[in-house]
């Protein structure tokens, strides 16, 4: 009975603080699906990473938030008062996860995991010959609260987006993925260094002062690194 009490007053706390919090007011306010836009926006504002004319990669991408923010950055004249993605597309915009989502306007979303041949088939289709010039991740595992077992998950599914990156970025292109500072971060940073020429790591505001979230941005990459998508 402790127990669940206990989690009772976490999930409390929890709800109290999401519908509190400034990022997912914004979002409402903005017509962004989720609080984690504003996380890429302020990467994206810092670096400028993104603009009209590119092919973005976007994977993770359920509920589709980032993906609405970079079709906003890809239609120049949408009104800036809004986070529909409404407006003329100028660019293309590819989204995976193994999760449905909700159509966004303009965005090609394709449901799979893309280490098998057949989504790796149809993203190549929907590339149409193309490299992309960013590919930014969002991925992560349902964590099971096992320190050594997460870092694992957490580093395997950084370390695929990086490959990924390798095999079908344009090598001036940038990479943007979320890690977690804690076992594992050190490695991945050194792993970003090793295949990329410039590497920026960025806690954006709008993650949450208790999260170990942040993201790891690379630009350029080094030559000599063949893909390792298997």
């Keep these: 009975m402790k127990v669940k009490t206990k989690s009772k007053k976490v999930n409390k706390a929890w709800l109290n603080d999401h519908v509190n919090d400034t990022y997912v007011k914004l979002a409402a306010k903005d017509g962004y699906r989720a609080r984690a836009a ?6 994206d504002e810092s670096l400028h ?6 092919l973005v990669v976007d994977l993770g991408s359920t509920p589709g938030a980032w993906s609405q923010y970079v079709r906003r950055k890809l239609s120049p004249r949408t009104a800036t008062g809004g986070g529909a993605a409404v407006g003329e597309l100028n660019g293309t915009i590819i989204a995976l996860d193994l999760l449905p989502m909700d159509p966004v306007e303009g965005v090609q979303f394709l449901q799979g995991d893309f280490r098998e041949p057949e989504m790796l088939a149809q993203l190549q289709l929907a590339m149409d010959g193309r490299l992309a010039d960013v590919v930014v991740s969002d991925m992560a595992p349902n964590l099971s609260g096992i320190e050594s077992a997460d870092a694992a998950r957490i580093s395997h599914l950084v370390e695929l987006a990086v490959d990924f990156a390798q095999g079908y970025m344009k090598p001036e292109g940038a990479l943007v993925a979320k890690v977690f500072h804690g076992s594992g971060y050190a490695e991945l940073v050194k792993l970003f260094k090793e295949r990329f ?15 170990s979230e942040t993201f790891l941005v690379g630009i350029g990459m080094k030559p000599a690194h063949p893909p390792q998508i298997a």
């Design 38 to 43: 504003y996380k890429l926006k302020e990467i």
């Design 197 to 211: 020429r410039t590497v920026k790591p960025v806690k954006p505001k709008a993650s949450r002062d208790k999260s």
């Design 49 to 54: 990473l993104l603009r009209p004319g590119q």
